[in-house]
Nanobody, 117 residues
Framework: QVQFVESGGGLVQPGGSLRLSCAASGSSSSILRMGWYRQAPGKQRDVVATMPISSSGSTNYADSVKGRFTISRDNAKKTVILQMNSLKPEDTAVYYC?????????WGQGTQVTVSS
């Protein structure tokens, strides 16, 4: 089992910045990839950014966030950070931390990000 502690999120004006953090615990040594997905009201859950933790592979971003969002990691703390800059109203969604062990995908409880003036 993998558990998460998510932090960050909230209300920000367009053009502003937010930082999301996700710390994994439990069977975190088995995690191959971590990252963030998001789900807006009435829409499916879509990838935002993912990166390798204990495996080879590339860091991936959704086209809609490239150049604005940056994902980073602290392997020792099994933590991933999503720095979100130049936020737009269409970035409004619940953001979910995720971890993939290769056998199972785990999800965090989600944190609300609202971009509005």
């Amino acid at each position: 089992q993998v558990q998460f502690v998510e932090s960050g999120g909230g209300l920000v004006q367009p053009g502003g910045s937010l930082r999301l953090s996700c710390a994994a615990s439990g069977s975190s040594s088995s995690i191959l990839r971590m990252g963030w997905y998001r789900q807006a009201p009435g829409k499916q859950r879509d990838v935002v950014a993912t990166m390798p933790i204990s495996s080879s592979g590339s860091t991936n971003y959704a086209d809609s966030v490239k150049g604005r969002f940056t994902i980073s990691r602290d392997n020792a703390k099994k933590t991933v950070i999503l720095q979100m800059n130049s936020l737009k109203p269409e970035d409004t969604a619940v953001y979910y931390c995720y971890a993939d062990t290769g056998h199972r995908v785990y999800w965090g409880q989600g944190t609300q990000v609202t971009v509005s003036s």
